[in-house]
């Protein structure tokens, strides 16, 4: 079946540092990929998406490229700022029979520190 | 924009009690889910529906019931619960299924405990 693996956290950075949070799958097929953010007492936000190979979903300074050769989808950003403090969820939707499922990674709790 | 609303936000429950968790959305999407959040586990598919009197099992069905009457409204039901679904439960809505690139509108969740 699918899976995605996320880097495991917390994550902790200054402000102004650049923010790497891995993300790999296992899917068959063609899957589109996410990255949600949920920030504190709050549901989950669509951050970024791509839905076919060498797609870059971009958002907020935010980018992730979707890699097919290494079943990769990492996030990433130049400088983070306080307010991007929050957790970071990479998922897939399937494609064919799986399609109406959302498979999710586990979650990075990113603190960044002023 | 009310988008998804869930309630109640909060709820404790005792070891065999029933209630239902409720979600509606007023963006007349077809496809709803529920999902619920532990610790170091992400988010896990119970149920999910892909249209009115439509419904499917997700990855944790074991213990929840669903129905979908309505477009707007997927309400999840625990018959009696067990302290194994103390839990944050979240609803979500797509227009089409999320294999169609559609990207889910949440709920803000209801945080559940079972004594």
């Known amino acids: 079946g699918n899976s995605v693996t996320q880097m495991e956290g917390p994550v902790t950075l200054s402000e102004e540092a650049f923010l790497t949070i891995n993300c790999t799958y296992t899917a068959t097929g063609y899957p589109s990929l996410f990255w949600y953010v949920q920030y504190p007492g709050e549901g989950l936000q669509l951050l970024l998406k791509a839905t076919k190979a060498d797609d870059k979903g971009s958002n907020k300074g935010f980018e992730a490229t979707y890699r097919k050769e290494t079943t990769s989808f990492h996030l990433e950003k130049g400088s983070v700022q306080v307010s991007d403090s929050a957790v970071y969820f990479c998922a897939l939707s399937g494609s064919g029979g799986s399609n109406y499922k959302l498979t999710f990674g586990k979650g990075t709790l990113l603190t960044v520190n002023p | 924009n009310a988008g998804v609303t869930q309630t109640p936000k909060f709820q404790v429950l005792k070891t065999g009690q029933s209630m239902t968790l409720q979600c509606a959305q007023d963006?007349?999407?077809?496809?709803m889910s529920w999902y619920r959040q532990d610790p170091g586990m992400g988010l896990r598919l119970i149920h999910y529906?892909?249209?009115?009197?439509?419904?499917d099992q997700g990855e944790v069905p074991n213990g929840y019931n669903v129905s979908r009457s309505t477009t707007e409204d997927f309400p999840l039901r625990l018959l009696s619960a067990a302290p194994s679904q103390t839990s944050v439960y979240f609803c979500a809505s797509s227009p089409k299924g999320p294999g169609q690139n559609q990207p889910q509108h949440f709920g803000d969740g209801t945080r559940l405990s079972i004594l």
């Open positions: 963006m007349n999407h077809e496809y």
């Open positions: 529906s892909v249209g009115a009197g439509i419904t």
